[in-house]
C-alpha cells in the first residue's frame, strides 16, 4: 500500500482545523492593521463581535446577511462539484430578482400570499437558471470558458437592470431608480411579526422567512447531492470526466443542469431582500453577496453544513464591521472591507498554506497512524 501524501490531513481537520487556522492568520493579520492605524485589536475583535452577537437585535441581521450567503454559496458549491466555476452569481441573482419582481408587480394585488409566495419562488428560480443556462450551453456545445462567460454576464445583467430601472420600471413622478412597492400579499413576513402573532416577544430586525428557505434549500443540497443519481453524476463528472464519458454520462448534459441548478439558488437572494426587505425592485440590492458566495463555498468545502456555518462568519462580518465602523471612527468602513477581503485570502486563495505544517504536526502527534 502506497503511503498518504506528505500534506494529506484527516477529513476532519482539512474541514475543521485547516479553515480554523486560516482564519486566525487572517485575524492576525487584520489586528495588525488595526495597530497601525493606532488602535486597540483586542477593542476592536471584541466590538465587531459584540455587534454580531451581542444581542437578539444584532443576531437576526447577521443572520439576515447570511442568508444571502447561504443561497450565493449553495449556487457556487454545487457547480464547483461538477467541475465548473461559476462565478455569474452576482448577474444570476439581479435576473432573478427580475423575475421576483416582475412577479410580485404583475400578481401580488391579484393572488393570496400562499399561492404569490411559491410563483414567486419560481418565478425567481426559472429567471435566474435561464440566465446561468446559457453561459452553460456555450461551454458545453460551443467550447466557451465558464469563467469568462459567467463573469461577462454579470455585467450584461448589471446593464440589463439599469435600463429597465431607468426607462420601464420606474415609478412615475420619482427620481430615485425603484419600482412601485410590492402588494402585502407579495412580501414575506419578517420573523419577529411572525413571533407577535403567536404571542411571543422577538427583537426587530429584517430576518425574514427567507431564512427557513435558505436552511431548506440547504438540506436539499446535501440530499440531491448524496443521495439521488443525478448528484452522483454531477460528482463524477467534477471528479473525472473521461471516467465519466465511460460510464455512459454526458458531461454536456450535466454541465446545463447544474448551473441551471446554480442560477436558481443565486435567484433566491431576491426573496431575501426584495420580498423581505425593500418591498420593491432596486438596483444594486445583490450587494456583492455573489462574489462572496464563492469565498462562502471555499471555507464551506462545499458541504452544505461547512456553508452555513461559512455564511454566518460572513454574516457575523458584515455586521460587526458595521458596528465596529460606527463606534470606532478611525476603523472606517474601507477597513471593514479589507478586514473582510483577507479572511477571503486566506481562506481562498492561500488556503493551503498552512496544509503540509499541520500535516507534520499530525504525523508526530500520531506516529502510530503514520
Given amino acids: ?56 437585535e444584532s443576531i437576526g441581521y447577521t443572520l439576515y446577511y447570511a442568508t444571502n450567503f447561504v443561497f450565493t454559496g449553495l449556487a457556487v458549491a454545487i457547480a464547483f462539484h461538477a467541475g465548473l466555476f461559476n462565478i455569474g452569481g452576482e448577474g444570476q441573482a439581479y435576473i432573478g430578482g427580475l423575475g421576483v419582481g416582475l412577479a410580485c408587480l404583475w400578481l401580488g394585488g391579484l393572488l393570496p400570499a400562499p399561492i404569490m409566495v411559491p410563483v414567486a419562488i419560481l418565478t425567481g428560480a426559472a429567471f435566474g437558471a435561464a440566465w446561468a443556462t446559457v453561459p452553460a450551453y456555450l461551454q458545453a456545445y460551443r467550447g466557451s470558458h465558464i469563467v469568462i462567460t459567467t463573469i461577462m454576464f454579470n455585467f450584461i445583467a448589471a446593464s440589463v437592470m439599469t435600463y429597465l430601472m431607468v426607462n420601464v420600471l420606474i415609478k412615475p413622478g420619482q427620481q430615485s431608480p425603484e419600482s412601485h412597492e410590492f402588494a402585502a400579499a407579495a412580501t414575506l413576513p419578517r420573523l419577529h411579526e411572525m413571533a407577535e402573532s403567536f404571542g411571543l416577544e422577538m427583537a426587530t430586525s429584517p430576518l425574514n422567512l427567507a431564512f427557513v428557505w435558505a436552511l431548506l434549500c440547504a438540506g436539499w443540497y446535501h440530499l440531491f447531492l448524496w443521495r439521488t443519481r443525478w448528484g452522483y453524476e454531477i460528482r463524477a463528472v467534477g ?69 452555513c ?48 505544517r499541520i500535516a507534520q504536526l499530525f504525523r508526530r502527534l500520531t506516529p502510530a497512524a503514520a
Avoid: K
Wanted: glycine share 12%; charged share 10%.
Fill in 309 to 356: 456555518l461559512a455564511s454566518l462568519l460572513f454574516g457575523a462580518l458584515y455586521q460587526g464591521g458595521s458596528e465596529l465602523s460606527l463606534d470606532m471612527p478611525t476603523v472606517t468602513r474601507e477597513l471593514v472591507v479589507v478586514i473582510q477581503g483577507l479572511v477571503i485570502l486566506f481562506c481562498g486563495a492561500l488556503e493551503n498554506v498552512f496544509r503540509g
Fill in 1 to 56: 500500500m502506497s503511503a498518504a501524501p506528505p500534506s494529506s490531513l484527516p477529513r476532519w481537520a482539512d474541514v475543521v482545523v485547516l479553515p480554523a487556522a486560516n482564519l486566525l492568520a487572517a485575524f492576525i493579520l487584520s489586528g495588525l492593521v488595526v495597530v497601525a492605524i493606532g488602535e486597540n485589536p483586542f477593542q476592536a475583535m471584541s466590538i465587531l463581535v459584540t455587534g454580531a452577537f451581542g444581542n437578539a
Fill in 239 to 307: 471528479a473525472n470526466e473521461t471516467a465519466a464519458i465511460y460510464a455512459g454520462i454526458s458531461p454536456a448534459r450535466i454541465t446545463i443542469l447544474v448551473m441551471a441548478i446554480s442560477g436558481a439558488l443565486a435567484g433566491f437572494v431576491a426573496l431575501n431582500e426584495l420580498m423581505g426587505v425593500h418591498y420593491r425592485i432596486i438596483l444594486n440590492f445583490t450587494g456583492g453577496y455573489g462574489f462572496v458566495g464563492i469565498a462562502v463555498a471555499l471555507i464551506g468545502r462545499n458541504r452544505a453544513l461547512g456553508i
